[in-house]
């Protein structure tokens, strides 16, 4: 089939790339020129495991380009993906106008039937104002086009496996033809197809986030608790994620959730609700909780240092989660920027497998970036992990414990056994399990 990805961003690229490798001919138009140059050099602009591959075996079989021209993509493609990004509106809000950009420019060089297919994720009823607007801008209104939903469940870090591993594809149509392409598109990945109308795509997206960010706000509760009592929270994880009813994914409790989805995403559907006049009081809470949440590593810092003024920290890992280089909503960057201002002598200094250039953009020249793990760590008076990439959890405790001035760890994923910690003599402050000197604190306290 002929489609075209408008918005070669995580999903606009990673699924483009994936439904080239599927045999498609696919055309994937973003209006970055410079990002567009990139990959036509073969330079990634995202850091995704796989992608690369897939990009140069495709381009050469001819199935795969790259371009700033979307009048010609649309034109040459019966499918058309719209993947640009849907960030939130100071108040709260999505805001659509990229996906509002879009509709008018395909409604303005469509010709002939189309499918319009919209992956963003965007609020319900979003699938209707495409149509009217496509519609309007339509130069030969004799053309007919359908609209369809089809969300992106994929997780920056593994999306080309989600891609052709996921557990479901739903697709939100409103025609016959529309569900008969979209399903013959999809059905080489041999996985369960919900075919369903279009606004319930559009919600189930928004659902699926929230129920996800609800899980793990709930275990950073618990996590909570766990502490004051000296109980420990990977236990506890286990214990109720092994039922089948509760599952064990998304409970590792930690410094709450960043990324491009989750915070906006919660947000864009407490807004919904709101303006359909239904107050979602469990999902803002939701919210709430993780609102501060970063703050746990810094407290504990505190804790152990005192006056962080003249004190040298180490931060490890900046993205919001290992395997990509995305820094959007990142808790590394509100903790850096809270230190900051809080301690105007600290010394940071951070370190990351992939995300230093994307902070470096952040946040500038205020912080030490340095080329290894060891040589941030190195003299430090603690070391804070934020985000758990393996080549952090695997420097082990002893190389921690060797090049840091004082051994203080603060660890906001749980990635060391605190036991071992403590027969080290490292001071291990994790999440909802404390060593048994913390725990010894805390019944102190109770
Ligand atoms: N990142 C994720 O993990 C993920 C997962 C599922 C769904 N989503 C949703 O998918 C959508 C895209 O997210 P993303 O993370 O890929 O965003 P992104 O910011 O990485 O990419 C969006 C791209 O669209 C391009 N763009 C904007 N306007 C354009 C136009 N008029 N024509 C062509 N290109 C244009 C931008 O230049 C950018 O490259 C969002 O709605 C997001 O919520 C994201």
């Given at each position: 089939m002929k489609l075209a990805v408008i918005g070669t961003g995580y999903v606009g690229l990673t699924s483009g790339v994936c439904f080239a490798e599927m045999g498609n001919d696919v055309i994937c138009v973003d209006i970055e020129a410079q990002k567009i140059e990139q990959l036509n050099l073969g330079i990634m602009p995202i850091y995704e495991p796989g992608v690369d591959e897939i990009v140069s075996r495709n381009r050469v079989a001819g199935r795969l380009q790259f371009t700033t021209d979307i009048i010609e993509a649309i034109k040459a493609s019966e499918i058309i993906i719209i993947a640009v990004g849907t960030p939130s509106l100071?108040?709260?809000?999505?805001?659509l106008s990229y996906v509002h950009t879009v509709a008018r420019q395909i409604g303005s060089c469509m010709n002939g039937y189309k499918v319009i297919v919209n992956?963003?994720?965007?609020?319900?009823?979003t699938a209707d104002k495409v149509r009217e607007i496509i519609s309007n801008n339509?130069?030969?209104?004799?053309i007919s086009f359908d609209m369809a939903s089809v969300p992106e469940f994929l997780k920056e870090g593994s999306a080309i496996e989600d891609f052709f591993h996921t557990d479901r594809i739903v697709i939100g149509v409103d025609s016959d033809v529309a569900k008969n392409l979209l399903v013959n598109l999809h059905e080489p990945l041999n996985t369960n197809i919900q075919v369903t109308d279009i606004r319930s795509a559009e919600l189930i997206k928004y659902a699926a986030n929230s129920f996800l960010a609800m899980k793990i706000s709930f275990i950073n509760e618990i996590a909570n608790i766990a502490e004051l009592v000296g109980a420990d929270i990977s236990e506890i994880a286990a214990g109720i994620g092994s039922d089948s009813r509760i599952g064990?994914?998304?409970l590792k409790a930690g410094i709450g959730f960043g990324g491009a989805c989750f915070p906006k995403d919660t947000i864009g559907l407490v807004k919904t609700a709101e303006n359909l006049g239904h107050e979602f009081k469990l999902l803002q809470e939701v919210i709430n909780v993780n609102?501060?949440?970063?703050r746990t590593l810094i407290n504990k810092l505190e804790d152990e240092?005192?006056?962080?003024?003249y004190k040298s920290i180490a931060i490890l890992g900046?993205?919001?989660?290992?395997?990509?280089?995305d820094i959007r909503e990142a808790p590394s960057i509100k903790i850096i920027s809270e230190l900051l201002i809080k301690y105007p002598k600290i010394t940071i200094k951070v370190y990351d497998p992939v995300a230093m250039e994307a902070v470096k953009q952040e946040?500038?020249?205020?912080l030490y970036y340095c080329v290894t793990l060891q040589e941030a760590v190195f003299e430090c008076d603690a070391a804070m992990i934020v985000t758990e990439w393996e080549e952090i959890v695997s420097f082990g405790l002893d190389n921690y414990k060797k090049y840091l001035?004082?051994?203080v760890i603060i660890d906001g994923r749980n990635c060391f056994n605190p036991l071992e910690a403590s027969k080290l003599n490292i001071v291990y402050r994790s999440i909802g399990r404390e060593t048994p000197v913390n725990n010894l604190k805390v019944l102190e306290r109770l």
């Open positions: 100071p108040d709260g809000d999505v805001d992956k963003s994720t965007v609020p319900v009823g339509l130069v030969d209104k004799t064990r994914k998304f609102e501060y949440r970063y240092l005192q006056d962080l003024n900046l993205s919001f989660k290992p395997n990509t280089n946040l500038g020249d205020k001035k004082q051994p």
